[in-house]
């Protein structure tokens, strides 16, 4: 951990990555809660992975692919969502085709790039030190755009994450906003991929807001913890990955993924030894 300390301290590439990761966790604090609660990581999934396709374009046409992933998350995201609305019983597989075609196209784009030598890997699975400033700029935009969104509506997105037909009495356009929202995850999904990838996405997305659903049962809190719970596991992820040299991706997510299971597991045996009777 000294090692790392005296690193961060000396190199800027090391202090953009820990700064992505802070970024990166608000974000997913705020829309992995809604994630969670609606249940919808399947719709989420089918989201990031289409994802692919706009970064391999991006590349194709020799421009940025954070600019790629957002235009197709977005596009993505409306179509996953309207699929979810209009033709429910077969979103399952559409949205499948969705996910897989979106990867299949972004690898082609990628591989008829002529002239560009690019490492897939850094994609699928992220390469948080090689964010660089206009990264950081454009991940900070980001998040504005998702609290201003939610300062202004935050009622409404509570109506619609927990009681829809509530939201409906009360002339909230549930479709409108269900839409919106999904749209809001999709940009969460470009925060994210250049700390964790594609592949490691929806983990990231998922499981700060999961382990805040333990620790905590109103959704401003879980919110709240799972921004911090984001930002504990991606600069511990990336300090305990700095001297091994172990892919910080990777590492970032077997964080979580222990936290989440030892919080669970020791809320169910705390549960349990609560439920038993004691002895007369």
């Known amino acids: 951990m000294a090692e790392f ?69 977005i596009a993505a995201a409306l179509i996953v969502g309207w699929v979810s609305l209009a ?16 990867m299949a196209a972004g690898i082609l784009f ?12 850094s994609y699928l699975f992220g390469n948080i030190l090689m964010v660089t400033r206009s990264d950081l700029w454009l991940m900070a935009a980001l998040d504005l755009v998702i609290l201003a969104f939610l300062l ?39 925060l994210l991929i250049q ?27 879980i919110m709240l913890f799972a921004v911090i719970l984001g930002g504990l596991f991606t600069s511990g992820g990336l300090a305990l990955s700095y001297g091994p040299d172990l892919p910080t991706g990777s590492t970032t997510i077997l964080l979580a993924g222990i936290t989440y299971l030892l919080v669970a597991g020791g809320k169910a045996a705390l549960r349990r030894l609560s439920s038993k009777s004691p002895l007369v």
Not at 87 to 102: H, L, N, S, Y
Not at 110 to 121: A, E, F, H, K
Not at 163 to 171: C, K, L, T
Not at 202 to 218: E, F, S
Request: hydrophobic share 60%; aromatic share 10%.
């Open 110 to 121: 990628i591989s008829r790039t002529p002239g560009y030598n690019v490492d897939l890997m």
């Open 152 to 190: 202004l509506f935050y009622k409404q997105v509570l109506a619609v994450s927990f009681d829809e037909q509530f939201a409906r009495v009360r002339g909230v356009r549930v479709k409108t906003f269900y839409l919106l929202l999904l749209c809001l995850v999709a940009l969460t999904v470009v």
């Open 5 to 73: 300390l005296s690193a961060l301290a000396a190199h800027e590439f090391l202090q953009r990555a820990m700064l992505a990761g802070v970024l990166a966790s608000i974000g997913c604090g705020i829309m992995g809660t809604y994630v969670v609660v609606k249940r919808i990581t399947f719709l989420a999934g089918g989201i990031a992975h289409a994802v692919l396709g706009g970064m391999g374009a991006a590349i194709f046409f020799s421009f940025s692919p954070l600019v790629g992933a957002m235009i197709a998350a």
């Open 87 to 102: 033709w429910k019983e077969r979103q399952d597989t559409v949205i499948g085709a969705i996910w897989a075609t979106g």
């Open 195 to 221: 700390v964790v990838g594609l592949i490691l996405v929806i983990a990231l997305l998922t499981l700060p807001a999961a382990v805040a659903g333990q620790l905590t049962g109103t959704f401003r809190r």
